[in-house]
């Protein structure tokens, strides 16, 4: 048989919302199966009731065609499955090799065999092409050098099916074709792969076969000669979607933000630049060159040693991030998770807590106010939520981002910083960051962009300033930008 796995009548439900409803799913052995769907879709659940870390209510689970019932996350590992969630499960201030075998130490009488350890690991760490001694402590790692600690691990454990959740979304285009390398090497060696991730063009690369859920719902499979990006989408969102990118031509206005020569030791050097009303300016560059540490710099979270910053013309003292909010500028992170949300207070506390000046009277908040405002910003951005009191931290990633969004917006912010807008968050929810993004341009907000996706560049940006290593290296317009104009600047900084 070559089934390895299968999903019949999967059902999951959560206060006020039904996350899985009669899911079918299935994986044959030594194949890579994507899971695709819209943020909200019921991926994320689907993938923690295989990790064990969710109980489904209904249904049946088939592996290697014996039903289990699926109890823990050790269950889920003892049976041979291996999840690689997003927010990677390592332990920063341990070696990797005791990463490897974290609670499955090496030994002997209860002693703790470390030189047994590290040539164990150090046989796994060669299978997926990690070049680095096994005694180096995890935190000294980059993000896709991590990801290879938990392949290896993945593989100590003799995993069959390795479930890999948004992998490159955080890496370079090198690094994703690095780990891509991997997944075809163990594809070869008879283990299956489930691929969960919102870049197309990887899924219509990598992919033998693409399973679809849609609001909790499954509604088809294509097979690998069926896969193309439009029939993805199309049943990812239920219709096609013409033109994602709505960049309207919008008149630009007088300068909003100026910066000159900002310099931060050892991050930054001589950084300027300007944006205007109704002007959208691209950040490209790749990851460590710089472009996130200029946006904390303007904020007033990282300290500057020199520099100026001016707001239409008038130059302006900023050394915290409530001084930028004052003067108009807010930033949406790139970590919402970790810098953006609370994520066990609801969505409206989340949405309201950057104007909670404004709806205060005489020091007491005006709870019909920030009704209001909750519910303003929920119907604009169309957030997907039962009800404004729900926790942020029970929604999907793309509805996260909105709230995100909407927390600044409800400052009426004269510059937006967007710091990865739209990482980790599906097609649909994306072509509707970018209209707004077009909206607010026409209304007149000066908008900057950091993105490491190069059609978002392109597709969004008037301007775009290419960094590398702390530095800018040149500014193209849209009409002569190109991809490979911009990687040259961003790879040789010419």
Not at 395 to 414: E, M, Y
Request: hydrophobic share 40%; aromatic share 4%; charged share 25%.
């Amino acid at each position: 048989m070559n089934e390895l796995l299968r999903l019949d009548g999967i059902m999951k439900a959560f206060p006020g919302v039904k996350a899985l409803q009669d899911v079918q799913f299935d994986v044959r052995k030594g194949e890579v199966v994507s899971l695709m769907g819209e943020n909200g879709a019921g991926k994320s659940t689907l993938i923690k009731i295989l990790a064990g870390v969710y109980r489904k209510d209904a249904g049946t689970i088939q592996f290697d065609g014996q039903r289990v019932e699926i109890e823990s996350p050790l269950h889920s590992q003892s049976l041979g499955i291996s999840v690689m969630f997003q927010e990677l499960n390592l332990l920063p201030n341990l070696s990797v090799a005791e990463n490897i075998f974290a609670g499955r130490e090496k030994g002997k009488f209860g002693l703790f065999d470390k030189l047994g350890t590290k040539k164990e690991a150090l046989r796994y760490m060669n299978e997926v092409g990690l070049n680095c001694p096994p005694h180096t402590l995890v935190r000294e790692l980059s993000v896709s050098q991590r990801q290879m600690v938990e392949f290896a691990k993945a593989l100590s454990i003799q995993s069959r099916l390795i479930i890999l959740d948004e992998p490159t979304s955080s890496l370079t285009d090198r690094e994703a074709e690095k780990l891509f390398e991997i997944v075809k090497k163990l594809k070869r060696d008879g283990v299956s792969i489930v691929f969960v991730s919102h870049k197309l063009k990887e899924v219509q690369m990598i992919s033998d076969r693409v399973h679809i859920l849609r609001d909790g719902a499954y509604v088809g499979c294509l097979e690998k000669g069926e896969i193309t990006e439009d029939k993805i989408i199309q049943l990812m969102v239920g219709r096609t979607l013409e033109n994602i990118f709505e960049k309207t031509p919008t008149e630009i206005g007088d300068e909003v933000l100026e910066v000159k020569g900002l310099h931060v030791p050892g991050k930054l050097k001589n950084i300027s630049f300007s944006v205007r009303k109704g002007e959208i300016v691209g950040f490209a560059g790749l990851v460590g060159a710089g472009r996130t540490e200029v946006m904390r710099a303007v904020m007033g979270v990282d300290k500057r040693s020199s520099g100026q910053i001016f707001i239409e013309g008038e130059e302006v003292q900023i050394t915290s991030p409530s001084q930028a909010i004052q003067h108009g500028i807010g930033l949406v992170p790139e970590d919402r998770k970790q810098h953006g949300l609370i994520l066990g207070l609801s969505v409206k506390k989340n949405i309201s807590l950057s104007a909670l000046k404004q709806l205060t009277r005489a020091g007491i908040l005006s709870r019909s106010a920030e009704d209001q405002l909750a519910n303003e910003y929920i119907d604009k951005l169309r957030i997907k939520t039962p009800h404004k009191d729900q926790r942020a931290g029970n929604l999907s990633g793309g509805n996260q981002q909105k709230i995100v969004i909407s927390k600044w917006l409800a400052t009426h912010p004269r510059v937006l910083i967007l710091d990865e807008p739209t990482r980790g968050i599906d097609v649909g929810a994306k072509k509707e960051i970018y209209t707004l993004m077009s909206q607010l341009a026409q209304q007149g907000v000066a908008i900057i962009m950091i993105s490491s996706e190069m059609p978002e560049i392109l597709g969004m940006s008037d301007r775009i300033i290419v960094m590398h290593e702390g530095e800018i290296k040149g500014t193209l317009d849209r009409e002569s930008a190109t991809q490979e104009k911009i990687l040259e600047l961003a790879l040789k900084g010419a």
